[in-house]
């Protein structure tokens, strides 16, 4: 089965400095690359993902990469706010909807500093 | 509002006490699922239904059942809880066709201690 690894676990940043978190991925069959967010006391919600026909994508401050030679993706956030901390969950699955198994890392926690 | 509702949100119980931790959604998804989150070991899933009466074992199955008897509910019943069950739950949905099919819609979460 799929297997993904997210590092690093926890990662402090300075507001304004850029943050990014690595994920890789076992399986070659997957395809869709998710990136969650999950606030304290909530559950997680999807930030921005990423199809393997794709290199990069970008919304705002936010920008994923996909590696998929390396079987690697990444989440970069630019100029964070302190309400960028939270802890970050990637995700790996086939993109095929009626793929019943997803995949996801540990998780990696963000905290910005004022 | 589109949501993805589960109670209890906080329950402690003991061991050997039967227990069902309800999940509802309004999105008239035909995916559903549940998953644990322990420090450090991230989102594990447990069970997914693709739809009405189909159930399958996700990564995490044991100790729990599951049942989707209606489209819009996805329980999870622990018949005889134990200590190592005490997590974080969290149920999910998505819908199987669409723009939106891949987007996973979660539940705040159930916080479960089994003493």
């Known amino acids: 089965g799929e297997n993904v690894e997210q590092h690093p676990s926890t990662l402090s940043v300075q507001e304004g400095d850029s943050a990014v978190i690595k994920c890789t991925y076992s399986d070659s069959a997957s395809n869709y690359f998710p990136w969650y967010k999950q606030e304290l006391g909530k559950g997680p919600q999807l930030i921005i993902d990423i199809r393997s026909n794709v290199g990069e994508k970008k919304d705002q401050r936010i920008a994923v990469t996909l590696n998929k030679t390396a079987k690697h993706f990444s989440l970069h956030i630019t100029e964070t706010q302190p309400e960028d901390s939270a802890v970050y969950f990637c995700a790996a699955s086939p993109y095929n909807t009626n793929a019943g198994k997803s995949t996801f890392g540990d998780g990696t926690t963000l905290t910005v500093k004022p | 509002e589109a949501q993805v509702t589960q109670n209890p949100r906080y329950l402690i119980t003991v061991t050997g006490k039967k227990l069902t931790v309800t999940c509802s959604q309004n999105m008239n998804h035909e995916y559903m699922s549940w998953y644990r989150q322990d420090p450090g070991l991230g989102l594990r899933q447990i069970y997914y239904?693709?739809?009405?009466?189909?159930?399958d074992k996700g990564d995490v199955p044991e100790g729990y059942k599951v049942s989707r008897k209606e489209k819009r509910n996805f329980p999870l019943i622990l018949e005889s809880p134990s200590p190592n069950q005490t997590s974080l739950y969290f149920c999910?949905?998505?819908?199987?066709?669409?723009?939106?099919?891949?987007?996973?819609?979660f539940g705040a979460g159930s916080r479960l201690t089994v003493l």
């Open positions: 239904s693709m739809n009405v009466e189909v159930t």
């Open positions: 999910a949905s998505r819908s199987l066709a669409g723009s939106g099919a891949n987007v996973l819609t």
